[in-house]
């Protein structure tokens, strides 16, 4: 039976129109928020983006045109690779081309089993112009601008156990590199600057595994090269001749050696007094 008195509806029509005003005003609030938001970054970004774009547009054009002058021979037009001469870059990122074109190891002179250290044909600006081109082209990994102010704040004792769990077994306790299969081998260290080394783990060139954010975080990177340029190639091996930094084999073999000799004067000498 229906109510005729002022004011008086069917139960739970005014709060379905109060659930309804309520909800109609809250999408009002967030469109409102994001319009006054949209406005403000369009009011404070361009001008950012102004002074960014020109200089990383054109280190990218610088780096094609290098590209094209030294590389297309053996990796293409846009880096897509030549079968037989080289693979493709796409994907590749810049944090390769810095190791492998700031390392001189490309451009290849022969094909070997490793490429091999030279002295660089290209300046340090000029790798990194190739390094963003290389980038432009795809999704990879690329050294950070910061690498210098991570290495200054760097932990030289974790630095110390991470390059013993992880470097060590390749490169020598020495850093002086050693042997590994199929003719390749673990470079030494000793001429290896801070971008090198973290272009080195970023990319994980030849037989080198990748050391990714997610393995070594950026923190753990720069106590590992501080390490590398505080302790290994600035020690001045305080215990004597350091037998080429190889580590305990040649360090046993040397022992061996000396022994086997001392051994062999030793019974000369015994016998003689006989």
């Excluded at 469109?31 to 006054?36: F, G, I, P, R």
């Excluded at 992880?166 to 020495?174: K, P, V, Y």
């Excluded at 600035?234 to 004597?240: L, Y």
Aim: hydrophobic content about 40%.
């Amino acid at each position: 039976m229906h109510d005729s008195r002022p004011g008086f509806t069917r139960p739970g029509a005014p709060v379905r129109l109060s659930r309804a005003r309520r909800r109609a005003a809250g999408i009002a609030r967030l469109v409102t928020a994001l319009v006054l938001a949209g406005g403000a970054y369009a009011l404070f970004a361009p001008a950012a983006q102004a002074q960014e774009e020109p200089r990383s547009s054109a280190a990218v054009a610088e780096g094609e045109a290098l590209f094209e002058v030294g590389c297309i021979t053996c990796h293409g037009r846009s880096a897509g690779g030549v079968e037989g001469r080289g693979p493709s870059l796409i994907n590749v990122g810049g944090a390769s081309v810095e190791f492998q074109v700031g390392t001189g190891r490309m451009p290849l002179a022969r094909q070997e089993a490793q490429a091999q250290r030279k002295p660089p044909l290209y300046t340090d600006e000029e790798v990194r112009q190739l390094a963003a081109y290389i980038d432009s082209l795809g999704v990879g990994t690329v050294v950070p601008d910061n690498v210098d102010a991570l290495v200054d704040e760097a932990n030289l004792a974790r630095g110390g156990e991470l390059f013993r769990v992880n470097c060590s077994q390749c490169h020598a306790f020495g850093g002086g590199g050693g042997a590994l299969s199929s003719g390749k081998y673990a470079p030494s260290l000793h001429p290896a600057s801070d971008r090198i080394i973290y272009a080195a783990m970023l990319s994980g060139p030849q037989n080198m595994p990748v050391f990714g954010d997610s393995t070594l975080t950026p923190g753990q990177k720069a106590d590992l090269i501080a390490y590398i340029q505080q302790v290994i190639q600035t020690d001045n091996d305080p215990g004597g001749f350091n037998l080429g930094r190889y580590g305990p084999s040649t360090e046993g073999l040397a022992v061996f050696l000396v022994g086997i000799v001392a051994l062999m004067f030793a019974s000369l000498w015994i016998a003689g007094k006989s």
